[in-house]
């Protein structure tokens, strides 16, 4: 009885992949008629953590790329269609060239690939309709912006395995302007939409895109794990209120490598929940690696630990990046009241120029969701590792405030030649309520960071790269990937 169901079943599955075959055949690589796709257009070639057995063209599904008509309902059509191919090999789509004004669309399916042509623009819509007003997230107990819920992301997925969105730097453009208005003349209703949101997921790639002028932040993995952002560039004016550049909230296994962010808040902000949520929540973001990131914020930090940092931040290493007029190079945001921890951190190679601080610690960022937080939730903060950086035009060189009553402890500082500006204040290090050592920095550490004998290097981890590698494939869109593998 089993037997004849499930093979009914797979009957009825082929004759519909059957009829679906012929869309699938006519969006990539060589077309029914034999004619060939244009080079670039049709046929690509990207590297990937997955390639996808069956492709589509969003021109398949009614869009239509002429920057006025909306796109939301093409989008969303062609990616629940190809959901169907999911345990048949996954599916990409494919968005030519063109401006593809969209509302929020969400990816449905593991195993999905979004692959945005170099001349394709997905605008977003400044339409509130366009975007679904959802829940707020667990560890935050309330939008950021606003209290209650938030309009979903321009795209926006959850619960998924195995999801890419990547291109040849296509360009994702938030049309941040008018929601950057509503926040400052207080007529938002909810919390801004983020341009990409990846909730609840296990291996995320998000590479070689553009993003522009995104409403709020930019990039948002959240409760997700093993996942990969490469080769992105942002960019959004240095005033745009909270433009954060790539936010890896509540995740494990993150690795951040070769991008470049101009923004008007923190280029890379860790994150893990707010206050009473987010210690009830209790999920850290751990092994997070940041390797090669360009930063340009004068407002704010190149990497920020916090300031939702409840959930607590562990085992971070970054190295190899370079700062430009920014305000800090790492910035730990925290406060009474947020519990969690921020520990293990391990941050080195850095180059700067124009910073108003390098190191910034700050014990009193206050910013509470709401006035039920526990006054007696004082954050960890230990193991605090900087070396081997040189900063240009520094204004001042450390300003470190723990929090009375809770030192913030391990810090070590090694290997860092900081130029002072000549407008640079006369106190170049400030530091209350945090202990620690230093050894080969100038201008000279202030006193509770005393230079330690004999001491060459931080206790930096020996293991080259302890977090997985991410392996990466060479995949191509043509004919024979259109065949139907093992059906
Ligand atoms: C996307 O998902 C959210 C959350 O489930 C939902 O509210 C919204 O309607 C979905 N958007 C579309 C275009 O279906
Ligand atoms: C997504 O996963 C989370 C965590 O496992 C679970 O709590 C939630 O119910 C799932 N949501 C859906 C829509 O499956
Ligand atoms: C995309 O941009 C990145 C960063 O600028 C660059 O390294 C990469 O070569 C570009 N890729 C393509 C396919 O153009
Ligand atoms: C706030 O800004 C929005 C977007 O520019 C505008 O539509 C709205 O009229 C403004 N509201 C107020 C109260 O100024
Ligand atoms: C040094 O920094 C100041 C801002 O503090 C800036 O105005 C100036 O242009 C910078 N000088 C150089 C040489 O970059
Ligand atoms: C100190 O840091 C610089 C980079 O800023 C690096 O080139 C140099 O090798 C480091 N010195 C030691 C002794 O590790
Ligand atoms: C040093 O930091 C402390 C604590 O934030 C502050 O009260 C004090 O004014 C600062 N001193 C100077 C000279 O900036």
């Known amino acids: 009885m089993m037997k004849i ?31 060939r796709f244009h080079h670039g257009e049709d046929y690509f070639e990207y590297s990937s953590i997955n390639c996808r057995a069956y492709a589509a063209s969003l021109t398949e599904f009614g869009g239509i790329g002429d920057g006025i008509t909306s796109n939301t309902k093409a ?74 819920g938030r309009f979903v992301s321009l795209i926006f997925g959850t619960n998924l395995t195995d999801v890419v969105i990547t291109g040849n ?3 994702i453009d938030g049309q941040g302007q008018i929601w ?68 890896p909230d509540s995740c494990t296994n993150v690795h951040i490598e070769d991008c470049y962010i101009v923004s008007g808040d923190d280029c890379v902000a860790v994150k893990s929940g707010w206050d009473e949520y987010g210690i009830a929540f209790g999920m850290p973001t751990k092994q997070l690696f940041i390797k090669g990131l360009t930063c ?10 916090g300031s939702e940092m409840s959930g607590g931040i562990e085992d971070v290493r970054a190295e190899d990046i370079v700062a430009i007029n920014t305000e800090s190079a790492v910035r730990i945001k925290t406060a009474v009241g947020r519990g969690g921890y921020v520990k293990d951190v391990f941050v080195k190679g850095m180059t700067m120029k124009t910073m108003k601080y390098v190191f910034w610690m700050t014990g009193n960022y206050g910013s509470h969701p709401d006035n039920n937080y526990d006054p007696n939730a004082l954050p960890v903060i230990d193991n605090i590792n900087y070396q081997d950086m040189v900063a ?37 290090w400030n530091c209350t309520n945090v202990a620690g050592v230093s050894s080969g920095v100038t201008p000279k550490p202030c006193s509770l960071l005393p230079e330690q004998e004999g001491l060459s290097t931080c206790n930096f981890p020996t293991d080259h790269r302890p977090i997985r590698e991410v392996n990466l494939r060479t995949c191509s869109c043509k004919n024979k990937l259109f065949k139907r593998n093992g059906l």
């Open 296 to 305: 340009i914020s004068p407002t704010s930090a190149t990497i920020a630990l």
């Open 75 to 148: 989008f969303q059509d062609a990616i629940n269609y190809l959901s169907q191919f999911e345990s048949y090999g996954g599916s990409i789509l494919f968005v030519p060239p063109g401006k593809w004004l969209t509302g929020n669309f969400n990816i449905t399916s593991s195993h999905f690939t979004l692959f945005l042509h170099q001349d394709a623009v997905l605008l977003g819509s400044q339409d509130e309709s366009e975007y679904a007003v959802i829940d707020p997230l667990p560890s935050y107990g309330r939008g950021r912006d606003t209290q209650g």
């Open 392 to 428: 240009e035009n520094v204004t001042m060189a450390a300003r470190l405030e723990g929090i009375p009553g809770d030192t913030f402890t391990g810090i070590c500082i090694s290997n860092v030649t900081i130029g002072m500006a000549t407008s640079a204040k006369k106190l170049p």
């Open 180 to 247: 950057w208005n509503k926040f400052r003349n207080g007529s938002l209703q909810y919390t801004r939409p983020y341009l990409i949101e990846i909730m609840f997921s296990d291996e995320v790639e998000i590479s070689n895109i553009v993003l522009v002028n995104s409403p709020s932040w930019n990039v948002h993995p959240v409760y997700s794990s093993n996942v990969v952002v490469r080769g992105i560039t942002i960019t959004a004016p240095v005033r745009s209120p909270n433009t954060d550049g790539i936010n």
């Open 5 to 35: 169901r499930s093979h009914r079943r797979a009957g009825i599955y082929n004759a519909l992949l059957l009829v679906l075959f012929a869309v699938i055949l006519s969006s990539c690589g060589k077309k029914a008629n034999g004619r």
């Open 169 to 171: 730097n296509g360009t």
